[in-house]
């Protein structure tokens, strides 16, 4: 029963660190030293924990080989107080640059608070076929790379400015929705396949200017942007330069309370509660 036991938290650990891998049943068997038939019964006792657990599901894929997929989940126990966590943080009276900006970047760059927020930011589109997450460097790679592990994902780092070391890129100018200047993007021929579904993240929005052009310059490699996902956005302007976008907190600028969560994640965090 003790070898049981350690065969089973291998196996619970090797699925949460490849999720969306297609992993072989043959892999696995010889990862564990067990054979096949004792390696179903313990991915159904796996698979059992958790989706009791929410933090996902396993499935079976039939075929020659056989396989098995892990297909993450939400904690939204952890989603929630992690939310509840950064709008405490937000709120604290230094936070606000002469430039009317928030600051957060101590924030970001740390796993523990960027992390759960990032598979938050994700759940909306597990559903949906993302061959890459794309963000502009250099504070929303933090939030992106969060997003693209539960999707099983590359992320793709869209420059300022292009760089002689990326060889060949396509460059756009655009108007900044915010402060009303002319900025520029860049993105290197190599970094995308023509076509791709793509996931679009950023850790701050205003008017959607950087989002918009995001979805200009990979629109020019033939790329379909799935979503738009930000960390905080402002709730003015509220006509935004973008049709459509997640966020996870809003920012009312003149508001007492200043940073709240957005109407979707707050109802996403308490689904679990009222069932």
Request: net charge neutral; with cysteine; proline share 5%.
């Amino acid at each position: 029963m003790r070898e049981r036991y350690k065969r089973l938290i291998v196996l619970a650990a090797y699925l949460l660190d490849h999720p969306r891998d297609q992993l072989s049943l043959t892999e696995l068997s010889s990862l564990l030293q067990v054979a096949k038939s004792t390696l179903s019964e313990d991915l159904m006792f796996v698979k059992g924990v958790l989706e009791a657990a929410g933090h996902g599901t396993v499935l079976t894929q039939v075929g020659v080989q056989g396989g098995v997929v892990y297909i993450p989940g939400l904690d939204r126990v952890r989603a929630r107080n992690s939310l509840q966590k950064w709008v405490d943080r937000l709120v604290e009276p230094d936070r606000l640059t002469p430039d009317g900006f928030l600051y957060m970047t101590d924030l970001l760059f740390d796993p523990d608070l960027v992390d759960p927020l990032g598979e938050l930011l994700a759940f909306p589109f597990t559903n949906l076929h993302v061959d890459s997450v794309a963000t502009v460097e250099t504070k929303g790679i933090p939030l992106a790379m969060a997003c693209a592990r539960p999707l099983g994902t590359e992320v793709v780092l869209i420059r300022r400015h292009s760089r002689l070391s990326e060889g060949s890129a396509v460059s756009i100018n655009y108007l900044s929705g915010s402060s009303r200047r002319i900025q520029s993007m860049s993105l290197s021929r190599r970094a995308l396949k023509p076509g791709s579904s793509v996931l679009f993240v950023d850790d701050f929005m205003k008017a959607g200017g950087t989002a918009r052009a995001a979805a200009d310059l990979l629109g020019e490699f033939g790329a379909t942007v799935v979503g738009v996902g930000v960390l905080v956005a402002t709730k003015d302007p509220a006509n935004k330069l973008i049709d459509r976008f997640w966020s996870l907190l809003e920012w009312h600028e003149n508001a007492p309370s200043g940073v709240v969560p957005s109407e979707w994640a707050n109802a996403l965090c308490r689904v679990r509660e009222e069932s």
